[in-house]
Each structure stands twice: as structure tokens, then as C-alpha cells.
């Protein structure tokens, strides 16, 4: 379990990419997942998620969000 909770902060501070959340999701045993990430441009916040297929590592939908 400490080996998946060190991917997902990798996960979560950018450094890997779609690739690296389907491994999560491998160790997890998860068909899915949804990736997200909160970007501030200016004053401006958007939030991108992706719902990733974890057997192939395909990014099946995306969508960008302005909060």
C-alpha cells in the first residue's frame, strides 16, 4: 500500500503522465480511473480530468472545467 500512495503523489504533483495513473490503477485493481488537475492561470482556475482505461493506459474522455 506505501507503494501506491508514493505513485499517487507522483501522480498528483505532475510529474508522470496518463501512463503513470494507469499504473496506479493496475496496482489497484481498477478497470478506471480519473485523473485530475487544478491549474491557476492568473486569477483564473481550471480544473482538467480525465477518465483514463488502466488495462491500456487509453484516455477514453477529457474535459476542462473554468471555476
Known amino acids: 500500500m506505501e507503494e501506491v500512495l508514493k505513485e499517487q503523489a507522483l ?3 505532475g510529474v508522470t ?3 503513470g ?7 489497484l485493481n ?4 480519473i485523473l485530475s488537475r ?3 492561470l492568473g486569477v483564473l482556475r481550471f480544473c ?3 477518465l483514463v ?3 491500456s493506459g ?3 474522455r477529457a474535459a476542462r472545467v473554468k471555476l
Open 11 to 13: 501522480s498528483l504533483s
Open 17 to 19: 503522465d496518463d501512463n
Open 21 to 27: 495513473g494507469a499504473a496506479v490503477g493496475k496496482l
Open 30 to 33: 481498477a478497470d478506471y480511473m
Open 38 to 40: 487544478l491549474q491557476f
Open 48 to 50: 482538467s480530468m480525465r
Open 53 to 55: 482505461d488502466c488495462g
Open 58 to 60: 487509453e484516455v477514453l
